[in-house]
């Protein structure tokens, strides 16, 4: 049976973590009250923090509007790349300070947590080049000794909002391009991992000083809802940058808009993989098995929903529940650990009704769904990986539960499977097993996610594509290829260096 470490060793793992990171724990509790961290590894409380104040994010907005206005945007993209340059180097130097403090506060095992803050250092590297390269572009103009073109600026404070299941990720792929953009950037993360947030804080003001740029480039505000609410709400941040749930961002795109502000949104995926009856099996199994389970079905981009061919489902269902009954569930930090705990009992609870409904709407549950070391850990949330075999994609496989379970649903033809696929509100990740290049094609082409993909599983994007979703996942762009352009605002140039000045389209005044 796993063993559970204590709450008082996660702590001071925790405590030695943000010392070896140089991050000082604010000492004064302030009149807002006090916000815990905790670890859902055993569900007790770690640190008490300060919650802030009204007061001290508009302090943070402050600062950083007036570090944009007076410096950072008029400094050289190379050298705002410096900064970045150097927040990379550091994140190496402490890559496994920053994912025991992630396997902490969310739960995730080792590998994952170790594999996010190489995403943390892989976006640094990308945007250290991008520092050199915010190309414009030149355009033939209709006027003679005319030049059109088009130029790329700094936008202003970006405010970055960030869910639990990825504290460090999401933060650094919004910062690292923003800073170089010449954006700086006030971050309020989840209230549930603000141990990891110090942390990231610490090493980022550490690369300022290192490199000579204003200290202010970067805030952290901790808190909850009301303080995002406040950063949403200043006509000061140019960019509103929100990760989490569709209800979440239906909330923040009206009230940024109203203001005539900018949005990027990344909002909930119920993500769906077609297994033709051409796939390699084998690839299918590893590629299904790790997107549904990983990171315990809490990533935005698990595997949800997965759609079978009905002359290869019996013989993929089998081998993936037999593939569930190998899954070691329990202390995130032991090696042997592959899924660890829900990040609270909200999720357990929700997989919980998720389940019942499912089985009243005909589904079986295969394997999975109960509650376990709950003796070993009775405040944490264990859960095993459930796959389920509904007869329709009903209601409740239409929603997107946060928590692991797979719905598995059988087609006839591609056809059927595409709108199977497609028939959810959501379009953030997708994916196709298959052998024959005709169905690959129509899938890429007729899947409406933002993430295709062709006989891989629906986790595990790379920071050269850019990263997001249709539909109710919001529409935005993080990370790489052209995803900078959000952070920037563009200016179309006319320059005229000849000794007329004629009129476009022809018109003649005076």
């Not at 569900?43 to 007061?55: H, K, N, T, Y």
């Not at 994912?99 to 803050?117: M, Q, W």
Request: proline letters at 4%; hydrophobic letters at 40%.
């Amino acid at each position: 049976m796993p063993t559970i470490p204590a709450t008082d060793e996660i702590s001071d793992r925790a405590t030695a973590a943000l010392e070896r990171c140089g991050a000082d724990r604010p000492a004064e509790i302030t009149a807002t009250g006090q916000l815990f961290a905790r670890t859902p590894i055993t569900g007790g409380s770690l640190l008490p923090l300060a919650r802030a104040a009204d007061s001290d994010v508009d302090h943070a907005v402050s600062a950083a509007h007036q570090a944009f206005r007076s410096t950072w945007q008029h400094t050289p993209a190379p050298e705002r790349g410096a900064l970045v340059r150097r927040l990379g180097e550091l994140l190496r130097e402490h890559k496994y300070d920053l994912a025991d403090l992630v396997t902490i506060e969310a739960g995730k095992i080792r590998s994952e947590a170790a594999g996010e803050v190489q995403e943390m250092i892989d976006i640094c590297d990308f945007a250290l080049g991008l520092s050199r390269q915010l190309y414009g572009r030149t355009m033939a103009s209709e006027r003679p000794g005319h030049r059109l073109m088009e130029t790329w600026h700094p936008l202003g404070v970006v405010g970055v909002i960030t869910a639990f299941n990825f504290p460090v990720a999401v933060w650094a792929w919004n910062t690292a391009v923003a800073l170089v953009c010449g954006d700086t950037v006030v971050w309020k993360p989840s209230e549930l991992t603000p141990l990891t947030a110090l942390a990231c804080d610490a090493l980022l003001s550490r690369a300022a000083s290192d490199v000579g740029a204003p200290a202010d480039v970067h805030r952290l505000v901790l808190g909850e809802r009301e303080v995002a609410e406040r950063l949403v709400d200043d006509p000061r941040v140019a960019l509103v940058s929100a990760t989490g749930s569709v209800r979440m961002g239906r909330q923040v795109g009206p009230r940024v808009a109203s203001r005539l502000g900018r949005c990027l949104l990344e909002l909930g995926g119920n993500n769906a993989a077609v297994v033709t009856s051409s796939a390699d099996l084998d690839l299918a199994v590893r590629g299904t098995v790790f997107a549904a389970a990983g990171t315990a079905g809490q990533r935005c981009t698990s595997l949800r929903r997965l759609i079978v061919h009905e002359d290869v489902a019996d013989a993929l269902v089998g081998r993936i529940v037999d593939a569930y009954g190998q899954l070691r569930i329990g202390d995130p930090f032991d090696e042997d650990t592959l899924v660890g705990p829900l990040v609270g009992e909200q999720a357990l609870t929700a997989m919980r009704n998720a389940l019942a409904r499912a089985t009243a709407d005909g589904g079986t549950v295969l394997v999975g769904g109960s509650r376990c070391l709950e003796k070993e850990a009775p405040d944490a949330y264990y859960a095993e990986p459930a796959v389920v075999r509904m007869p329709a994609q009903t209601e409740i496989v239409r929603e997107e539960t946060f928590a692991p379970i797979l719905y598995v649903m059988t087609y006839r033809t591609f056809d059927e499977a595409i709108e199977l696929h497609n028939g959810v509100s959501q379009g953030l990740s997708s994916a196709v097993f298959t052998r024959d290049q005709r169905e690959a094609e129509r899938f890429l082409s007729l899947s409406d996610c933002g993430i295709v993909n062709v006989n891989i599983g629906t986790s595990g994007a790379e920071i050269g594509g850019a990263f997001g979703g249709e539909k109710d996942t919001g529409g935005g762009r993080e990370s790489g290829s052209d995803a900078w352009k959000a952070y920037m605002r563009r200016a179309t140039n006319t320059v005229n260096y000849s000794e007329e000045l004629p009129l476009a389209q022809g018109v003649r005044f005076l």
